[in-house]
């Protein structure tokens, strides 16, 4: 579902995130947040949060910022909640495509996420109820993952 008119609280969180997601370090910023009527409840934004050496090679892990946000609540109660999520172009601050990968779709749906808001490659905000969005990609930090996964078992 296309969003025609951004009502203001939308709009407010897009200069937010915009502004939020261009302190990422990571080559695709994105941001997200998490809304409930008129209030906004926590931001977050892609970031590193750990690395380790494999292999003589710096490998980085990343936290999406939907779920930066998600983490930012704890274990509160966010059943029937809302995310916004948007991505900037590398060079300037316009929306890109922010939709969530396989495992962010997961862990919404797990935390009762009722719709969720995301730029699409046109720059528009599009929406989806969680319970109806089809698992399209999994993100290369999930490929990275397994393949670590993978690499442990065999050792």
């Not at 941001?31 to 980085?60: D, H, P, W």
Request: glycine share 6%; net charge positive; charged share 25%.
């Amino acid at each position: 579902m296309k969003i025609n008119d951004i009502n203001s609280k939308l709009d407010n969180c897009i200069e937010k995130l915009v502004k939020l997601a261009s302190n990422s370090p990571i080559q695709y910023k994105h941001g997200a947040c998490l809304l409930k009527g008129n209030k906004t409840y926590s931001f977050g934004f892609n970031r590193y949060i750990k690395e380790i050496f494999l292999n003589n090679q710096m490998v980085k892990f990343t936290v999406h910022a939907e779920l930066d946000a998600l983490y930012k609540l704890g274990n509160k109660n966010i059943k029937g909640m809302d995310i916004l999520i948007i991505r900037i172009g590398k060079m300037n601050n316009n929306l890109k495509n922010s939709r969530p990968c396989n495992n962010c779709i997961e862990k919404m749906a797990q935390r009762g996420i009722r719709k969720v808001y995301y730029s699409n490659h046109n720059g528009e905000i599009v929406c989806d109820f969680i319970d109806s969005m089809s698992r399209i990609h999994n993100s290369s930090g999930f490929n990275i993952r397994n393949k670590l996964i993978y690499y442990n078992k065999c050792l």
